[in-house]
C-alpha cells in the first residue's frame, strides 16, 4: 500500500510539473497577457512558418510571473551576427544571443526562480526577427497586460446604463492579438483582433464578448464587415447586412436583439470592425440593418469617360504607406504622381523597404484576399476609391487649389514588381470601367510615406485641422477646412 501512495504522489508530482510550463504561441498575434513596445510587421503561420516578424527593435513583456526557472524561445533571424535576442526575468539579465542565419531555432534560458515579469529584449540592426514560440517553465497569471483579461471585479456592479449605452475604441493601435478594454462599465474581449483610433474589431474565424453587470436585451454595431461576413452568437438572434457582393460599411452592420443575458459572445468567419456599439438593457431597439456603403449601388463610376481610350503614363514620383498594423491584415497604400496623372493603388500586402512590394505581380480584383490589388467600386460623393486615376487637373480660381475632372476606375489587370537599379520597377497593365486601357510605369526609388504614421495613424480630425491624417485607408492632407491628396490636388 505504502508503493501505490508513493507511486500516487509520484504521478501527482510530474503532473505539477508538467502544469507549469506553458507555451506561448506567436504565429498568430501577440498572446494574452504579453505586450510589445513596438508593432511587429508580420506574421508566418503553419508548420513551416517563423511567427512573428520584426523590422525594428523591439521588447516583448510578460508581466505577473512567479518561481520561473526557464524560457524557451523558437525564434528565427534573416541575417547572421547583427541582431541579438536576450531575456530578463525579473529584471534580471538570463543572458543575451546574437542570432546566426537560421530559422526555427530553440534558444535557451534559465537561472534561479524568479518573479515579476518576462521580458524579451530583441535588439534589430538589420533585416527580420522572428518570434514563434515561447515557452515558460514557473507560474503565469493573465493580468491584462496589453492584451489579457480584464479582472471582472472591475465592473461595477451597482453601475446605472443609459438606454443605450455607447461603446468605442480606446484609442490604442494594435492587431493580430487578444485584447480586452472596459468601457463604460461593459467589458470587450476579442480572441483576435485588432484596436485603432477609429474603431475595435475581431479577426476572421475568432470571437468577439461583450460583458456587462446587468441583462442585456440588444446591442446595435455600427462598423464594417468583410465580403461573406457570417456571424453567430451564443445568445439573442443576429442580424447581419448581406455581403455577399463585396465588404460592406454600414449603420447599423449587426444588430442583435434579445439576448437576456449579462454576456454575449459573437463568432466571425470574417473581419468585423466596430465603430461603435449601442447596448440596450431595457427593450430590443426599433432598428433595421443599414444599406451600408459597400454594398452595389452606393458608388458610381460616373467620372469616368465612357469612351474608351488608351493611356500611357510614365510616372516621376511613387509614395506608399503600410498600414498592416492599423487595418489588421497586410494592406499598403501606393501613390503614384506625375504632372498630368495621380493614381492610387490599394494592395492587400505589407510593404517591404527596396521594391514597396515583394517582387511578382499582383492581379487587380474585387477578391480582397492576400496578394491581390483591390479593384475600384468606383466613388461616392466624398472620394474616388482606389485602384483609380485622376486627370484632367484645373485650378480653382477663387482660392487656387487644384482639382480633377475626370477619374478612371482600375477593375482588371495586374502590377508586376521588379527590382530596378536605385529602388524599383513597377509596370500597370489594366483596363478601367469603361473599357479603357492603362499602360503604366515608374522606375526609380519609392518613398515611405507612412513612416510617420504611428502618431497621425487613425485619427479622427475636425474640420479645419492642420496637417497629415489617416483617412480610412489613405494619408490625406487637411488644410484650410479642405482636403487634399499628397499631390496637393483637392479631393
Sequence with gaps: ?????????????????????????????????????????GYEGGDTGRG???????????????DVTKVVVTCSSNIADQNTIE???????????????????????????????IELVLTRASKSIYIKTVVVTGK?????????????NQLDPNYTYSEPTRVQTPGDSFSNQAYSFINNNIEVKASVGAVTQDYFGCNAGNTLTFTATKPIKAIVIGGYVKKDFEATVDNGDIGCVDASDDAVEADPVVVIKDIDSKTVTISCDKQLRCYYADFYFEENPDIELGTGGGEEGDYTYDWEPQTP????????????????????????????LSEDYEMELGVFASAVSGTVLEEGTYEI????????????????????????????????????????????????????????PGGVKLTLDAKTYYGSTVNATFTGAAVNAGEDTDGIAAVSAPTGTEGKFLDGRRIVIKHAGHTYSLKGVRM
Excluded: H
Design 87 to 117: 531575456v530578463k526575468v525579473g529584471g534580471s539579465s538570463w543572458g543575451k544571443e546574437t542570432f546566426a542565419k537560421e530559422s526555427n531555432v530553440e534558444k535557451s534560458f534559465s537561472g534561479n526562480a524568479a518573479s515579476g515579469s
Design 365 to 420: 480584383n474585387d477578391s480582397y484576399e492576400t496578394g491581390t490589388v483591390q479593384a475600384s467600386p468606383g466613388g461616392d460623393e466624398y472620394y474616388d476609391y482606389p485602384a483609380f486615376i485622376a486627370t484632367g487637373f484645373e485650378i480653382d480660381e477663387t482660392d487656387g487649389a487644384s482639382y480633377y475632372t475626370m477619374a478612371y476606375y482600375l477593375v482588371s489587370g495586374t502590377l508586376t514588381v521588379a527590382a530596378a
Design 52 to 66: 512573428m516578424q520584426f523590422t525594428s527593435s523591439s521588447t516583448l513583456t510578460l508581466a505577473g510571473v512567479t
Design 1 to 41: 500500500m505504502r508503493r501505490i501512495s508513493l507511486l500516487f504522489l509520484f504521478i501527482l508530482s510530474v503532473c505539477s510539473c508538467f502544469a507549469d510550463e506553458v507555451t506561448y504561441d506567436f504565429s498568430s498575434g501577440i498572446p494574452a497577457g504579453w505586450t510589445a513596445s513596438t508593432a511587429p510587421f
Design 309 to 336: 481610350t488608351t493611356l500611357n503614363i510614365s510616372f516621376d514620383e511613387v509614395q506608399y504607406a503600410d498600414y498592416t498594423q492599423y487595418m489588421g491584415y497586410p494592406y499598403t497604400d501606393i501613390y503614384f
Design 140 to 152: 503565469v497569471t493573465d493580468n491584462g497586460g496589453g492584451g489579457g483579461d480584464v479582472d471582472e
